[in-house]
Structure formats: C-alpha cells, structure tokens
T-cell receptor, first 115, second 110 residues
C-alpha cells in the first residue's frame, strides 16, 4: 500500500522566483493538507483541499496557493519567494469521514531552500 | 486560537531509563489529540490518536494518556532507536487543521 509521496525531495530557488511542489495521497484517501515546518518548530497548517476545493486555510499570505486534481493529488504553489519561505513542506492525506476524526498521514516532505 | 505546548524541549536518556513527555493544550472542543514521531529530515510518522479524557493507548515501549488539559507520552525502557522528535497536535471539533507543538527531541544513549 503506497503511502503519501512528494516531489521533489529537495529544491533550491532564489528570491522572487516561483515554485511548485507536488503530492500524491495515500491510496484510498481523498483529502490533502499542506504544512510548513521551519527548523526546530512544529508544522504550521497552510491549507486543506477536499473535492478539488480549498476548504480551510491557515495564516499564510496569498502568495501560497494550491490545487487538487480529480485523482486527489495536489500541488502547492508559492510565488515571489522570500528567504523566510525556506522550510520543509509537508503534505498530509486523510479520508473524509464527515464529523468523525480523520487521522492525517504525512509524506517525507520537500526541503526548499531560498537563496 | 488553539495552543499546544510541549515540555521538555529536549530529553537525554540512558538506554532503559523510562521517562515521560508532556503536551499541554487549549482548544475549543477537542476532536482528537495526536502523537507523531519525526526523524531528522523526514515527515512525521503517526503514533496515536486520543479522543477523550481518561483514554490510554500503547504501542511497544510507548504509552499515551489524555486528561482535559494535558497528554503524556510515556517511554518505558527506551532503546537508541527510540531517539526522535515527538510531536503533539490537536484538532478542534470545528476544524480540519492540526495545531502542533514544537516537539520534544529525545536522545537515547546506549
């Protein structure tokens, strides 16, 4: 059973550039969440996608945007990169069960370095 | 605003020396409290979900407990392979997001 996969594993960009990160959810999952984890900190929620729509967003600027495809995979786009965007970007997938708790399973992450 | 505070920040243990990690939280209606393990440079690995005060769950040398304000992760007779950062997260009943603490980094020496 394939777990959550992310690509690329590492990425180096310069300030002002744009980046796209990709995520394939665990088999059977339909919901994808994105988190940013700075060094030494816990993951911070960026947004969650369900049924190809963003249904909850954290405290991140509009430079962060996303998309979910019909096969449930997802992309995270970051425009006008800043040095402070350097972090580990984590994708988590889950199965929407309505009002029941949904455990989120994380991928290995994409390490982004902005120079 | 949900808040999660983990202590201590770091814990150094001798192999076989049992200890506990603390996770204090404030949330408006708890849907679930989650424990994850994270190895350096990797994504968090799911360990446990706790739903209500008094609940306990065990997995190998780990045992998680929950009260109305705190959760504890007990590590019994740890081994070097238990060295990792342990993350606690809460999910409010009105939320889809997880709110994480900063983690406790555990180092177990042989």
């Amino acid at each position: 059973d394939a777990g959550v996969t992310q690509s690329p594993t590492h990425l180096i960009k310069t300030r002002g550039q744009q980046v796209t990160l990709r995520c394939s959810p665990k088999s059977g999952h339909d919901t994808v969440s994105w988190y940013q984890q700075a060094l030494g900190q816990g993951p911070q929620f960026i947004f969650q996608y369900y049924e190809e729509e963003e249904r909850q967003r954290g405290n991140f600027p509009d430079r962060f945007s996303g998309h979910q495809f019909p096969n449930y995979s997802s992309e995270l786009n970051v425009n006008a990169l800043l040095l402070g965007d350097s972090a580990l970007y984590l994708c988590a997938s889950s199965l929407d069960l309505g009002l029941v708790e949904e455990t989120q399973y994380f991928g290995p992450g994409t390490r982004l370095l902005v120079l | 605003e949900d808040q999660v505070t983990q202590s201590p920040e770091a814990l150094r243990l001798q192999e076989g020396e049992s200890s506990s990690l603390n996770c204090s939280y404030t949330v408006s209606g708890l849907r679930g409290l989650f424990w994850y393990r994270q190895d350096p440079g990797k994504g968090p690995e799911f360990l446990f979900t706790l739903y209500s005060a008094g609940e306990e769950k065990e997995k190998e040398r780990l045992k998680a407990t929950l009260t109305k304000k705190e959760s504890f992760l007990h590590i019994t007779a740890p081994k070097p392979e238990d060295s990792a950062t342990y993350l606690c997260a809460v999910q409010a009943s009105t939320d889809y997001k997880l709110s994480f603490g900063a983690g406790t980094t555990v180092t177990v020496r042989a």
